[in-house]
């Protein structure tokens, strides 16, 4: 029942219907992609579920899924989180940790709507209880490669104990800023003590990849049905080299 692949989803807000911001997905179409997940049969698991069957022969089913978001908005309590409940759905929020309850400072003004607040501290809470894993996604959202290694060290390191105070639970999983990384940034975050991290690296998980740089299929605004199942199974994409994890635009 081991497969070599496997596909991690990319989302970062479920917004509201109207919202035509690429980096969103609707409710209703996000709602959409989990009913045709349950419906075909796919088994969603956990981050370190996959990491421990892809590196250490742990059982695993055909068709497995993993979900995450970057960012960790605001909105994702009333629009993301009860839907992943009512499937029972296990998912990974890779939260910007210096900006709880701030505005996402990060993104260009094409980008900006009014409402892309981080989650606060509660709400962390909250999602961490109802079975989402919380994992980093720095302090600042900087270009990590752009940084010295003492800033680097502080936002990759600092983040994850912020996190762990807020949750009183060890943090795992990180996400690199913009899907940049390269041999220092990956050591970095391997010294911090996390056991996996993600990229934007367009494509599957397997064997193949390190734990520390895994591949995921981002879901997109435009996406339709058709445009998920392709990504889903077809979409093996590519890997970026380090240092070239930037993707149409400066959301990641």
């Known amino acids: 029942m081991t497969t070599p692949n496997l596909s991690i989803l990319l989302y970062h807000r479920i917004a509201g219907d ?4 690429a980096h969103s997905v609707p409710v209703a179409k996000f709602k959409s992609h989990m009913g045709w997940l349950k419906a075909s049969g796919h088994d969603v698991i956990s981050i370190d579920r ?13 068709r497995s899924v993993v979900i995450t978001f970057d960012d960790g908005y605001a909105d994702f309590v009333d629009h993301a989180f009860p839907i992943l409940q009512e499937f029972s759905y296990p998912a ?15 993104l260009a003004d094409g980008d900006r709507d009014g409402d892309e607040t981080i989650m606060d501290a509660n709400a962390l809470r909250l999602i961490q209880q109802g079975g989402v894993e919380i ?4 302090n600042s959202h900087p270009l990590l490669h752009r940084l010295s290694p003492d800033e680097r060290v502080l936002e990759i390191r600092e983040s994850k104990s912020q996190l762990e105070n807020v949750l009183g639970l060890a ?30 690296n367009r494509g599957v998980a397997n064997h193949s990849n390190s734990p520390y740089v895994f591949s995921r299929k981002a ?9 998920f199942f392709h990504k889903l199974y077809l979409d093996n994409g590519f890997k970026r080299r380090p240092q070239q994890g930037l993707v149409n635009g400066h959301h990641y």
């Not at 990974?92 to 990060?106: D, H, N």
């Not at 994992?135 to 720095?138: D, K, L």
């Open 171 to 200: 943090v795992e999983s990180f996400a690199y800023p913009y899907g940049v990384y390269n041999p220092e940034i990956m050591q970095e975050v391997i010294d911090a003590g996390y056991t996996t991290a993600v990229t934007v």
């Open 18 to 21: 109207r919202e035509k911001k």
């Open 135 to 138: 994992g980093s996604h720095t």
């Open 92 to 106: 990974v929020v890779y939260v910007v940790a210096g900006l709880l309850g701030q505005p996402a400072r990060w």
């Open 50 to 62: 996959a990491r421990r069957a892809l590196f250490h022969d742990e059982p695993l089913e055909r």
């Open 219 to 227: 879901i997109s605004w435009g996406d339709s049905p058709i445009g």
